[in-house]
Structures are given as structure tokens and as C-alpha cells.
């Protein structure tokens, strides 16, 4: 207990003086002036919002603090109050735009609002928002086929969840029943969800409760930045034979990775990591689940799913986020002879695969193919990357330019031999971006990474200006 207390005011503060470092950062620098003729301009749009009549920003602050968990917390000293969207952009309370770098969290994968995603959803809620599965839908099926389509091999059977979380949960659990093993091997830095099994899965402790997580292994994380054998993939997969030989029967019931570790800093796996991973998991008769969560829907650019970078073909994949553009929906896609297993009791999800959301995916879909967002998000994606990296030539804060397609981080240092994370600095950064128009994510083990994850409607034009933008914010530091 004494060790407890200990470390509790040890941690309090750590907090306290990081603190005080970022209030004097803040303090020591010039406010931005509106009349700087030096300010980047944000590319011209044409939209304008319908006046916002609704509450301040203040008290909607006050009331969530009243009544919501206090675990939620906001990004900014002053957080944005957002009440419009469209495509790339969003929209304050006082009609102010800005433009959206973090999507929703890698979820607004066609644009804020998009036309075809809205009409379809108006049109179906209209006319039927909610029965079960347990009656035939149109919407439902239409949707699976199209989803199946996009798969690769024999992944042609899809069960509809409300998040990634529950699709995890529920591939986890599938591999388990599959194979008779309990032992699945997770990636250290993953994250997978928040729930009992995925937070088993999830290897970050910010994110870990202390509560009963059993039979998950975390494995040497392929980094190729902060990782002991940088980019050679195959000497991080001997360390998934070393936990199945020294750390389970032998037998395994699966592994499990993202393509891309999105809430982990933007971490791309190195290359030829998973093909000989896959190669130990299927000796120990395990299967393979890949997390697209964050990484599919066309976001590489490269590829339609993460994965596929890599080569492999999965067993289980499971996927939310950019699905529904920001509609609950979640889903988790296998082959009908792994399917079977959920058929020796009853699987049943009460939202899972309803009109509403399936509709909505359905549009995704369609919207990602008509307007070749995929392309774009290669193009727009690969110039955006190359102007990153000569930010990184100009600013020794800069340690690491990664990602690919609209799926990139940018990760801070203070000393980049010694790679020292930057966490209070990206702070001061995030905050003058933002009051020059930029809204951009932050995540990775030490909160010291950009997660820039956009509409992959961004044009070369939002590129440019998010570079400014943060190339001025840097230069004033």
C-alpha cells in the first residue's frame, strides 16, 4: 500500500511540473496576430454554415463536466466548439472554418456530410429505422455482398458489429472457439478496444485497467524508428516463435496486429514482419486477425485494406471507423468455415447490421469507388508525406516522417539521437495550429506524434496549407 501511495504522489507530480512546463511555453510565446500578412491561407471553399443559435462553448463545457465521465477529456487550453461540417472542413460556433486533419479519429473517410452517405440515411430513416435481424432486409444483405467483394480469398462471410471494439471482441473470441486454444499474441504499443478481452490485447498501460486480462502474449513491436532492429521485420517475428515455444503449449489460438498502429503514433509494421509472423502462427495452428479498424477503407491509398501492404491474407478481419463515416458500425469478415463456430449456441446483435447504419456503409462503399478516393488518398497522401519529410530536414524537433496514403504521423523530439519525446512541445504546436485554422490528432506511447488522418477528400491544396501552418507554428517556437 505504502509503495502504492508512493508512487501515486510520484506520478501527481510528474504531472504537476509538465504542468508548469507547458503553461511556461505557452506564456513565452507571442500570441498569432489576425493582421499577419505572413499567415498561411487556408484554400478557398464553398460553404458557408447556417447561423449556430445553440450553446457556448463554455457551457457546454460546464454541463459535461457536470454530467458526463470525468475520463473524458477535450484536445486544447480552449477547446473548439464544432456545430457544422463538410467534406474536409469544420465549422465553430462563430462560423469559423477549419480544416479537419484528424477525421473524426480516421473515421470520416468520405468528407463531413457527404450528399450520397446523408440522402441515403434521411431516406431509410424515414422509412425504417430499427426492426432485428431476426426479419429479412435488403439493406443488410446488399451490404455484406458488397463488403465481401472487397475481400480478398475465401473472407466472404460478414457479421455486423456497432464499433471496433465489438468486432475485436468477437474475432478474438471466434479464433478461440476455431482452434480450442485460449493463448492469442498481441503487439506491444497495439491498441485493439477497451473492453474485457481487446484491452487484454491492447499493450499501452494509459489504456489498461487493472482489472483480470488473461491469455493475451505481447510481442516485440516492428518499429522502425524506436525498435532494437529497425526495419528488418523477420528478426522481430523470432519473437513471436519465442512466446508460442516458451510462452504457451505450443498452440495458439491466433495473432493479432493493426497494419498500421493508428492510436500507437502512426506505426508502420517493418516490412516482411508479417509473412513470417504468419508463418509461426499457422505451425502453432493459430489464425490471423487483422485489425483495419483505422488502416482500411482505402486510407494507404496504396491498398484498399492495410494488410495487403504486407502480402498476407488474413483468416479474421474486422473493421469500423471509415465503414460508416462516422455512422456506429462495425464489422468483423471470415471465411464460412471459421463462421461455423458461432453456430454451436445462439450470436445475436441487437443493432448490429441495422438498415440505418448498413445503408450508410453500402454508400461508403460506393462514394470511395465513384470519387476514386483511393487514389487520392495515394496522390494527395504521397505529396503531403514528401513535404513532411523537408519539414523534417528544417526542424531538428522533427525525429520521424511516417505512414502512408492520409494515414501519417509525425513524431517530436527534443534530441533526436537520444529520441526524446517532445510531449510538451507538440502541445504548444497543436494549439497554434489550431488557432490558425488546423485541427490535426495526437497519439504514440509518449502523446508526442501527429496522427494526421483526414478526409481522404484532402486536396494537395489542404496539404500545403497544413504544412504551412505548422511550419509556422514551428518557426515562432
Request: charged fraction near 20%.
Amino acid at each position: 500500500m505504502q509503495r502504492f501511495v508512493v508512487g501515486r504522489v510520484s506520478q501527481e507530480k510528474h504531472f504537476l511540473q509538465w504542468r508548469r512546463s507547458l503553461s511556461q511555453l505557452v506564456q513565452n510565446k507571442a500570441p498569432l496576430q489576425e493582421n499577419d500578412l505572413l499567415l498561411p491561407k487556408m484554400p478557398p471553399f464553398d460553404y458557408s454554415p447556417p447561423p449556430y443559435n445553440g450553446p457556448s462553448a463554455a457551457d457546454i463545457l460546464q454541463k459535461r463536466k457536470q454530467y458526463l465521465s470525468p475520463s473524458i477529456f477535450c484536445f486544447y487550453n480552449q477547446p473548439v466548439n464544432i456545430v457544422d461540417g463538410k467534406m474536409q472542413y469544420l465549422f465553430d460556433e462563430k462560423g469559423r472554418r477549419y480544416l479537419d486533419a484528424f477525421g473524426g479519429i480516421a473515421t470520416v473517410n468520405c468528407g463531413h456530410c457527404h450528399p450520397d452517405v446523408v440522402d441515403v440515411i434521411v431516406k431509410q430513416i424515414n422509412r425504417l429505422q430499427h426492426s432485428t435481424v431476426l426479419y429479412l432486409n435488403h439493406a443488410i444483405a446488399d451490404f455484406a455482398e458488397a463488403l465481401a467483394s472487397k475481400m480478398p480469398g475465401d473472407l466472404k462471410v460478414v457479421f455486423f458489429t456497432n464499433s471496433g471494439t465489438e468486432a475485436n471482441e468477437l474475432a478474438m473470441m471466434m479464433a478461440r472457439l476455431y482452434t480450442g486454444c485460449n493463448d492469442i499474441i498481441s503487439l506491444r504499443n497495439a491498441y485493439h478496444g477497451n473492453a474485457a478481452g481487446t484491452m487484454g490485447a491492447t499493450a499501452q498501460r494509459v489504456w489498461k485497467f487493472n482489472v483480470v486480462q488473461t491469455g493475451v502474449h505481447h510481442a516485440l513491436n516492428p518499429d522502425p524508428y524506436r525498435g532494437m532492429f529497425g526495419s528488418d521485420g523477420e528478426k522481430y517475428a523470432r519473437d513471436v516463435q519465442d512466446l508460442i515455444d516458451f510462452g504457451t503449449s505450443g498452440h495458439v489460438a491466433g495473432f493479432i496486429s493493426e497494419a498500421i498502429q493508428g492510436v500507437g503514433g502512426i506505426v508502420e509494421l517493418a516490412p516482411g514482419y508479417l509473412p513470417a509472423v504468419y508463418s509461426s502462427i499457422k505451425k502453432a495452428g493459430g489464425l490471423f486477425i487483422a485489425d483495419e479498424v483505422q488502416s482500411g477503407f482505402a486510407r494507404t491509398g496504396s491498398h484498399f485494406w492495410g494488410f495487403e501492404s504486407q502480402g498476407v491474407v488474413p483468416d479474421i478481419v474486422t473493421m469500423a471507423k471509415g465503414i460508416g463515416n462516422g455512422i456506429p458500425l462495425g464489422a468483423v469478415v471470415t471465411t464460412p468455415e471459421i463462421a461455423e463456430v458461432l453456430t454451436r449456441r445462439n450470436y445475436f446483435n441487437t443493432f448490429g447490421g441495422n438498415p440505418v447504419c448498413t445503408t450508410a456503409g453500402h454508400a461508403v462503399l460506393k462514394v470511395i469507388e465513384k470519387e476514386k478516393l483511393q487514389e487520392n488518398a495515394y496522390v494527395v497522401g504521397s505529396y503531403l508525406k514528401e513535404r513532411l519529410l523537408s519539414l523534417k530536414d528544417k526542424y531538428e524537433i522533427i525525429g520521424d516522417v511516417r505512414g502512408r496514403g492520409l494515414m501519417l504521423g509525425v513524431e517530436f523530439v527534443t534530441d533526436r539521437k537520444l529520441k526524446t519525446p517532445a510531449n510538451v512541445e507538440i502541445l504548444h504546436i497543436m494549439d497554434q495550429m489550431k488557432e490558425m485554422g488546423v485541427l490535426v490528432g495526437k497519439g504514440g506511447f509518449y502523446g508526442n506524434v501527429f496522427r494526421i488522418t483526414p478526409p481522404l477528400c484532402f486536396t494537395k491544396e489542404d496539404a500545403d496549407f497544413f504544412v504551412d501552418v505548422m511550419d509556422y507554428a514551428m518557426s515562432k517556437m
